[in-house]
């Protein structure tokens, strides 16, 4: 059974950093894009990230380009986001999903239980 | 960046009615679309992917349909288990990857 398990959520105050992991078992990781979504309180969906299955091509929304960074460890079927210079808006649940197929982008095929950030003084 | 517009945003029907929730791209997207159902205090879970084809193990009453701009969700018999949020989502090209905001349904 794929299943992934985010974990790093948290309180952290503005400016702060947090780092979310996921990990992933039940499928090939190295096969698969991955991506983070987020979903603020009581808010619609939003794409945050995307990584290849090699680790080598990333996306990000613009909303956190310059402050998030995306990795992966395959060795470790395991997903990263680090997140600094966290503001208030950046609060949400944040989910890991695996894509449908491999190489690229085509549809959020498994997701996370999701982790909660909480950016508040 | 593309950006979708769901209608209506919240609708309520009763047991065996039929629905449609409607999706509108900004620019031509093909059939880069796809659907996802979220209840309330879980995660989204896809329903219907490449505009049309839908996923293993959603229940053959959903079914999806368009190409190019508009976009359609179809529930043929809604049952309560279906009350939910329901999101449409483009993968066209290039990310961002971006969602419709969303159509409650309550039943």
């Not at chain 1, 190295?30 to 990584?51: C, D, I």
């Not at chain 1, 995306?70 to 210079?85: E, G, P």
């Not at chain 2, 796809?34 to 996923?55: E, F, M, V």
């Not at chain 2, 368009?66 to 809604?78: E, N, Q, V």
């Amino acid at each position: 059974e794929v299943q992934l398990l985010e974990s790093g959520g948290g309180l952290v105050q503005p400016g702060g950093s947090l780092r979310l992991s996921c990990e992933a078992s039940g499928f090939i990781f190295s096969s698969y894009a991955m991506n983070w979504v987020r979903q603020a309180p009581g808010k619609g969906l939003e794409w945050v990230s995307g990584l290849s299955g090699s680790g080598v091509a990333t996306s990000y929304a613009d909303s956190v380009k310059g402050r998030f960074t995306v990795s992966r460890d395959n060795s470790k079927n395991t997903l990263f986001l680090q997140m600094n210079s966290l503001r208030a808006e950046d609060t949400a649940i944040y989910y890991c999903v695996k894509d449908r197929v491999g190489a690229t982008h085509t549809a959020f095929h498994i997701w996370g239980q999701g982790t909660k950030v909480t950016v508040s003084s | 960046d593309i950006r979708l517009t769901q209608s209506p945003s919240s609708l309520s029907a009763s047991v065996g009615q039929r629905i449609t929730i409607t999706c509108r791209a900004s620019q031509p997207i093909s059939s880069y679309f796809n659907w996802y159902q979220q209840k309330s205090g879980k995660a989204p879970k896809l329903l219907i992917y490449d505009a049309s084809t839908l996923q293993s193990g959603v229940p053959s009453r959903f079914s999806g349909a368009g190409s190019g701009t508009d976009f359609t969700l179809t529930i043929s018999s809604l049952q309560p288990e279906d009350a939910a949020t329901y999101y449409c989502e483009q993968s066209h090209n290039n990310p961002p990857w971006t969602f419709g905001q969303g159509t409650k349904v309550e039943i």
